[in-house]
């Protein structure tokens, strides 16, 4: 799993704390089992209460585990890493399943797009003529 280096660093040391063993949990519950999937989302939702006190756009979006995964994965394109890497690293069957998150993307359809434009045209979106706007209206 891709991790920054303080965020790799603070795993590691709570890792340590633990005297973590390969079949423990990470982050356990308070009875030390797995965290369900509700008390995920009550710590994620408790965790944006604190942060939006210093950025108060966090109240009005609906921020969810989904969405950072999702942001994970674009993040991780974005900076280069391969579909099929992306694909293992979020758990997907199949690499059509990642796909989804790359046709949902426009920013980089936006750079592939500016790739293709041939180079004795102007960038920049089409903007049809006149002429055109014209001949499709009459169809």
């Not at 063993?21 to 965290?35: C, E, I, N, W």
């Not at 936006?110 to 002429?131: Q, V």
């Amino acid at each position: 799993m891709p991790l920054c280096k303080p965020v790799a660093d603070a795993l590691e040391a709570w890792l340590d704390e633990l005297n973590f063993a390969q079949d423990d949990v990470v982050f356990p519950s308070t009875r030390g089992g797995r965290l369900s999937a509700d008390a995920v989302a009550r710590l994620l939702k408790k965790h944006i209460a604190v942060a939006s006190d210093a950025c108060p756009s966090l109240k009005q979006k609906n921020i969810t585990f989904h969405c950072l995964r999702h942001t994970t994965a674009m993040d991780l394109l974005h900076a280069g890493v391969e579909q099929t890497v992306i694909a293992l690293w979020l758990g997907h069957e199949s690499i059509e399943t990642t796909q989804v998150y790359l046709d949902a993307d426009l920013a980089l359809k936006e750079r592939i797009l500016a790739r293709t434009i041939p180079f004795d045209s102007k960038p920049g979106k089409y903007r049809p003529d006149n002429k055109l706007l014209a001949f499709l209206n009459q169809l």
